[in-house]
């Protein structure tokens, strides 16, 4: 059992930046791909970023490609998301999941993980 926590989340003004952490525990770290995903109000969750078990393969949302970093250190059992360049439209709880995917086209699709945070807040005011 994997346990997901978390953090990094808040409000802050448009074009500004924010850097989310995950914290895995229970679990051998590096055994999983780690995805990001978010949902605002109103809208189902959607897909932002993963990075595969190794760190050697990333995947985004053409919606954050260019403005969002996904990262992970298997030493520390951390996945980051580093956002630049946030917009109104980034606003949204963002949650961790962790999953044993090997299939590229799988890491976009929330089924495949396993395990889930419990999500952490960004607000980004226009």
């Known amino acids: 059992q994997v346990q997901l926590v978390e953090s990094g989340g808040g409000l802050v003004q448009a074009g500004g930046s924010l850097r989310l952490s995950c914290a895995a525990s229970?679990?051998?770290?590096?055994?999983?791909?780690m995805g990001w995903f978010r949902q605002a109000p109103g809208k189902e969750r959607e897909f932002v970023a993963a990075v595969s078990w190794s760190g050697g393969s990333t995947y985004y949302a053409n919606s954050v490609k260019g403005r969002f970093t996904i990262s992970r250190d298997n030493a520390k059992n951390t996945v980051y998301l580093q956002m630049n360049s946030l917009k109104p439209e980034d606003t949204a709880v963002y949650y961790c999941?962790?999953?044993?995917?090997?299939?590229?086209?799988?890491?976009?699709?929330?089924?495949?993980?396993?395990?889930w945070g419990q999500g952490t807040q960004v607000t980004v005011s226009s």
């Open positions: 229970g679990g051998t770290f590096s055994s999983y791909a």
């Open positions: 999941a962790a999953g044993r995917i090997y299939i590229a086209t799988m890491m976009s699709q929330a089924r495949s993980y396993d395990y």
